[in-house]
């Protein structure tokens, strides 16, 4: 299933627009990375040489040379990786927790109650994976949908969304600026197919049983809610619009937070 509305009402393209300013950086720092690198080999280099023919050991000279030009080397590798993760051209692959996450599908009868875009999940542990400054996000869900049965949580595509670049995290970027578009994507994709397609459009995406449901608990001054199922897991989310925060404390049975 595709997230991509054949309508062309995406709520805006912010994630895009996001991705390409943060690809746009990246390629000047690459850029500099690489000027970096041949000043330095310039220098360095010449200057070895002289001290070698002036009898400063060979070994200690070449190490100096393979110590400079390797970490130039590998700044601009790490750089290349950066880039070629948030453009799409990497060959990250997307991360799968080993923890097995719950496989609940919904069945025909499943009644939505509420369909929310930009979420972000939070708690303990590592947000990403990675390997020479790129990788994947380990759970980048950013939409629920809430049934009479279920919790889904979702998987919007959206440009880098589920990858790490260094200390760029766009799936953290666009639950802050582009929740709209999120959502767009999200009520698109449950208006024109079942919503057993958008929950086996991707292997990350989950389900928690509201029937295995020990509490949810809500913290306010962050927008948070958290899952407790009664096996003791604990699944929380920063919600990012007030308004959704707002209707979930409704849904559970929660008093309204203070304006």
Not at 148 to 154: A, E, M, P, S, T
Not at 156 to 171: Q, T
Not at 221 to 245: A, H, L
Request: hydrophobic share 45%; charged share 20%; no cysteine.
């Amino acid at each position: 299933m595709s997230f991509i509305d054949p309508a062309g009402d995406q709520g805006g393209q912010e994630g895009e627009v996001i991705n390409k300013a943060f690809q746009t950086g990246e390629k000047v720092s690459l850029a500099w990375s690489v000027m970096q690198g041949v000043i330095t080999a310039v220098i360095v280099v010449p200057a070895v040489i002289y001290f070698i023919a002036h009898g400063l050991p060979v070994y200690i000279g070449l190490g100096i040379i393979l110590v400079v030009v390797g970490g130039a080397a590998l700044s601009i590798l790490v750089k290349k990786r950066q880039l070629a993760a948030l453009s799409g051209s990497g060959s990250s692959p997307k991360y799968v927790s080993p923890s097995a996450l719950p496989a609940i599908r919904p069945t025909p009868d499943e009644k939505i109650v509420a369909a929310i875009g930009g979420i972000l999940r939070t708690g303990k542990g590592l947000r990403d994976v990675q390997v020479l400054g790129a990788g994947a996000i380990r759970q980048p869900e950013n939409a629920m949908v809430v049934t009479d049965k279920n919790i889904f949580l979702l998987y919007i595509p959206l440009p880098g969304a589920d990858v790490a670049a260094g200390d760029v995290d766009m799936g953290q970027i666009d639950w802050f600026a582009a929740s709209g578009e999120i959502t767009a994507k999200l009520n698109a994709a449950l208006a024109s197919a079942p919503l057993d397609s958008a929950v086996g459009s991707d292997p990350r995406n989950y389900g928690l049983s509201l029937a295995d449901l020990a509490n949810v608990k809500f913290t306010d001054w962050q927008r948070k809610i958290s899952f407790v199922m009664k096996d003791g897991r604990e699944y929380s989310y920063g919600i990012r619009e007030k308004n959704d925060y707002e209707n979930l404390k409704s849904i559970f049975n929660q008093p309204s937070s203070a304006s």
